[in-house]
């Protein structure tokens, strides 16, 4: 049974990166055909698709998030993770990673991790 965790610090403060980390048990982050994604939901909204990682390792992102978000993967802990730089409040979410199988969308992801709440404040 693969499993997912969230795991990094719930309080960042404006311009500072946010990073979090997810732990994958249960299988191989590098397993054929799975995407690795991290998805947010801001209090009172809805999901947002942030990007994903491939078991390959190729990256995708969100259009919208794409210029400060970097997500990148270690093989060996078999965990990847989530870089968001520049932060500012309206960043304050509950983020979560998840798998998908055969493409990265909100459509198809059916692992989740419990999320974890970060909030950006000074």
């Known amino acids: 049974q693969v499993q997912l965790q969230e795991s990094g610090p719930g309080l960042v403060k404006p311009s500072q990166t946010l990073s979090l980390t997810c732990t994958v048990s249960?299988?191989?982050?590098?397993?054929?055909?799975?995407?690795y994604n991290w998805i947010r939901q801001p209090p009172g909204k809805g999901l947002e698709w942030m990007g994903a990682?491939?078991?390959?390792?190729?990256?995708y992102y969100s259009p919208s998030l794409k210029s400060r978000t970097s997500i990148a993967r270690d093989t060996f802990r078999n965990q990847f993770t989530l870089q968001l730089s520049s932060v500012a409040p309206e960043d304050t979410a509950v983020y979560y990673c998840?798998?998908?199988?055969?493409?990265?969308?909100?459509?198809?992801?059916?692992?989740w991790g419990q999320g974890t709440l970060v909030t950006v404040s000074s």
């Open positions: 998840a798998r998908s199988p055969y493409s990265s969308s909100l459509g198809n992801l059916e692992v």
């Open positions: 990682i491939a078991w390959n390792d190729i990256t």
């Open positions: 249960g299988g191989s982050i590098t397993t054929n055909y799975y995407y």
